[in-house]
């Protein structure tokens, strides 16, 4: 059956053939502006070299005879005025008008018209460079965790049962001075160098060596450490490395609590009465303890650990964070309600230790804030690493970065494309993470990619209950988890237009709690291929297993992002991979402005393109399926397989969201909070991420869209929708990742200005013809 609410992107004979109306139009008054602007155009035309408005609103010369002229009211027929996109039937011409044949040729929008790269090459890159020494992984070079002053029944459970033999840069010099000095520290590491280990290695060797003095504790002797993580994720990984050291029989007794916000608060106090000696924490959560939980006692609290300091900060606990260090402060004099630690070889004062992968001013100010005559603790150098770079960025040295200069029509079928090679070339165990801007758009590409209307049951299942949740969160946490018992709540599905054995999930900060913690669950424990599609929410800290390429579909909006996306590949001296996705033009200067200290190679989408889709077909499933529909549709390209492959791919995306009122809502939100994103990009930045430079027509193409920008409106979101295309939603998803956080908005003038700018873009963009504009 042929498909009958698909249009394919016809590139327009040229308008004047189109009007075919007498050349008296100049001075026209009146009438619709659409009439207007074409009578213009075809005055243009007539004067002029012939031109016509292409598919994209791009005003294209071309040679006349080639394109067999259509009558307007068949383009502009009932159908198409209505925004409805049925396929013209022959016979519905006017008399005496042309013929829409279907045997003429038709060309496929997205290869057309595309702005071309820009750039002079000025840097070489690493991606194509060979197998360079990895700066994050352990030492080979005799380094053992025995000699560095650790208990030596910690350090056999680390090589015993932990799989971890020798230290890695940071920890070599990290923990042999946090064990022998009650200073406070700044440690300062690459991206997976193993810094939870380095600190909490050296705060459990020295409670454990404090029971060698022959003084029993107990669960219930306080709570010596305190550990802030940003996020609920975070925390919970903590959490769980934290449990495999606790796990050696010596320090059975040692009790850690995860305390996070998004469960009851109930159960969280009954765990605090029972007893606790680390603590677990995001600061939300610790704060409100500290006010209203009169069993926590943290009078004998000897280290604090503020880890991903910069998170910490950007999300705004600054004040939370003075307002918990003012309470360990006033505990800490009326001292511990339990037992004397005199004499037990603990810190005489509370030890502060910070961490971070980058240094900028906020974690300064934390430092500042928090520290006193710290010691600054940093990892490994990479040898050409520059004093600027040394300070802010540092990424693994075998980490391969690469960016990819795509035009806006082509980012959905090149990041398909880069998707299905990276699984063609490796198909097992390998991961990839892609980040986008919003989370709208991670669900349009979710929905895209996973290729099913069926509805979603994730985001509307209602939640478990509390008890079960907070079970299956301890559950995660104690990295019992191997397989969950229960249905999966994870947001999780098939990947057919990757390859069909592949697993996606969809991670953002719109998702309920409870799905988003099985979704980083199986995600971990995912034996086969598997893709994340996820917002920030994911950028920090996480620790996933087998990630060996990282995509930023959007990128980022600062530079330590841009550190800690990466950051999720190549970790512990694994080999990785990274791909940042730029338009062509002024975007292009990103890597040389921006990322200064990193060395990235260029790639073209077109390139990107033929590896992905010549190097084998379309998955069947993937393919548009009706044959007489793909026979009298098909846009015509060039007959290169690899286009003709990319082109299919992209129409059906096009008739699925045409064919679905809720996968076309879908496209719509992410379309709009993809532009609004864009538009906070930080003021030093905009110059490169320049919102009047976008071509908003082309933009909407890559989220399936055909009506004009302007027309795509949405229907009221209700209430408890889940999707986040709210003006400074980039914001809030970004901040709102443990349920946590009190901070409002910062930047709100910037959107208002930014959503200021994306209306008159819009309106700007109406004016002039669209490659929707054929009604
Ligand atoms: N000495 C080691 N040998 C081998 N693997 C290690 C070692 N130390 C840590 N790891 C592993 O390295 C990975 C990264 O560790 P971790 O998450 O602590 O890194 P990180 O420096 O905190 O990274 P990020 O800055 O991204 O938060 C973990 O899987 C951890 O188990």
């Keep these: 059956m042929a498909e009958p609410d698909i249009l394919v992107n016809f590139d327009l004979a040229p308008a004047v053939n189109a009007f075919g109306a007498s050349s008296s139009i100049n001075g026209i008054r009146g009438g619709r502006w659409k009439d207007r602007f074409r009578a213009k155009k075809r005055l243009q035309n007539k004067r002029g070299k012939p031109s016509f408005l292409d598919a994209d609103g791009n005003q294209k010369s071309t040679n006349a005879q080639s394109y067999p002229p259509l009558n307007s009211d068949v383009l502009a027929g009932p159908d198409h005025a209505r925004g409805s996109t049925s ?94 000095s009650d200073s406070d520290a700044f440690i300062q590491a690459e991206t997976g160098s193993g810094k939870t280990l380095t600190y909490l290695l050296p705060l459990v060797h020295r409670i454990y060596t404090a029971t060698l003095s022959g003084d029993k504790l107990h669960r219930d002797s306080g709570c010596f450490a305190i550990i802030l993580a940003p996020t609920r994720e975070l925390g919970r990984q903590i959490y769980t490395v934290l449990m495999q050291l606790l796990s050696h029989p010596s320090l059975h007794w040692l009790v850690p609590i995860l305390i996070l916000g998004g469960e009851k608060k109930k159960s969280e106090k009954a765990r605090i009465r029972k007893g606790g000696n680390i603590l677990v924490a995001t600061p939300g959560r610790l704060a409100d303890h500290l006010s209203n939980t009169t069993s926590l006692d943290v009078g004998s609290v000897k280290w604090l650990v503020l880890d991903e300091g910069d998170r910490l900060m950007e999300l705004g606990f600054e004040e939370t964070l003075e307002q918990i260090l003012t309470a360990l402060n006033e505990r800490a004099q009326k001292g511990s309600g339990k037992i004397s630690l005199a004499n037990l070889g603990l810190p005489d004062r509370r030890i502060t230790v910070l961490c971070s992968a980058t240094m900028k001013a906020s974690v300064q100010r934390l430092g500042d804030m928090s520290l006193k005559d710290a010691l600054y603790l940093k990892g490994n150098q990479k040898s050409d690493a520059t004093e600027e770079s040394s300070k802010s960025f540092q990424t693994p040295a075998q980490l391969k970065q690469a960016y990819i200069v795509s035009p806006a029509k082509l980012r959905l079928v090149t990041l398909a494309s880069i998707l299905r090679r990276a699984f063609i070339r490796n198909k097992e165990h390998m991961k990839v993470i892609v980040f986008f801007s919003c989370a709208d758009s991670v669900d ?89 599609f996820c917002t920030d929410v994911a950028s920090r800290g996480l620790d996933l297993p087998n990630v060996d390429l990282v995509v930023q579909y959007d990128p980022p909006y600062s530079q330590e992002d841009y550190i800690h996306r990466i950051g999720r590949t190549a970790r512990a001296g694994r080999d990785g991979r990274a791909l940042l996705f730029l338009l062509p033009g002024c975007e292009e200067s990103y890597p040389n402005q921006v990322l200064k200290e990193q060395h990235l190679t260029r790639r073209l989408a077109d390139e990107v393109l033929k590896k992905g889709f010549g190097a084998a077909p379309l998955p069947k499933v993937a393919k548009a399926v009706d044959p007489s529909w793909k026979k009298d549709f098909m846009p015509k390209t060039s007959g290169a397989k690899w286009e003709q492959e990319a082109v299919e791919f992209h129409l059906d995306v096009e008739r699925r969201v045409l064919a679905s009122d809720e996968f076309s809502n879908i496209a719509k939100r992410a379309f709009q909070s993809h532009i609004r994103a864009y538009a906070t990009h930080v003021a030093a930045e905009r110059e490169i991420f320049d919102i009047k430079q976008l071509h908003l027509g082309h933009i909407a193409k890559s989220f399936g869209l055909r009506e004009r920008p302007g027309d795509i409106k949405l229907p009221a979101r209700g209430k408890s929708g889940t999707a986040s295309s709210a003006s400074g939603k980039r914001k809030l ?40 504009n054929i009604g």
């Design 87 to 180: 396929r013209p039937k022959a016979g519905n011409e006017h008399a005496g008008a042309p013929r829409l044949s279907y045997d003429q040729p038709v060309i496929s929008s997205i290869f057309s018209s595309n702005p071309v790269s820009v750039a002079k090459v000025e840097k070489t890159g690493t991606e194509n460079a060979g197998p360079a020494i990895p700066t994050n992984a352990p030492l080979k070079d005799g380094s053992a965790f025995s000699t560095m002053g650790l208990a030596p029944a910690l350090a056999s459970h680390l090589v015993n049962n932990m799989n971890i033999s020798a230290p890695t840069s940071i920890q070599q010099i990290a923990i042999p001075q946090l064990i022998s």
């Design 444 to 532: 349009f590409h979710y929905q895209a990619f996973r290729k099913t209307e069926d509805k979603e049951q994730n985001d509307t299942r209602p939640e478990t209950s509390s008890d079960e949740e907070e079970k299956a969160e301890t559950e995660v946490a104690e990295g019992q988890k191997e397989k969950p018992r229960r249905p999966s709540l994870a947001a999780k599905s098939s990947a057919p237009l990757i390859d069909p054995a592949v697993s996606l999930f969809k991670l953002h900060g719109s998702l309920a709690q409870h799905i988003r913690t099985s979704t980083l669950n199986e995600f971990f424990h995912e034996k086969d291929g598997a893709v994340l």
């Design 733 to 772: 998803d970004n901040i709102d990742t443990n349920g946590d956080n009190t901070q409002e908005d910062q930047d709100e003038e910037g959107l208002r200005r930014a959503a200021q700018m994306m209306r008159k873009k819009m309106r700007e963009h109406m004016n002039v013809a669209s490659e929707f």
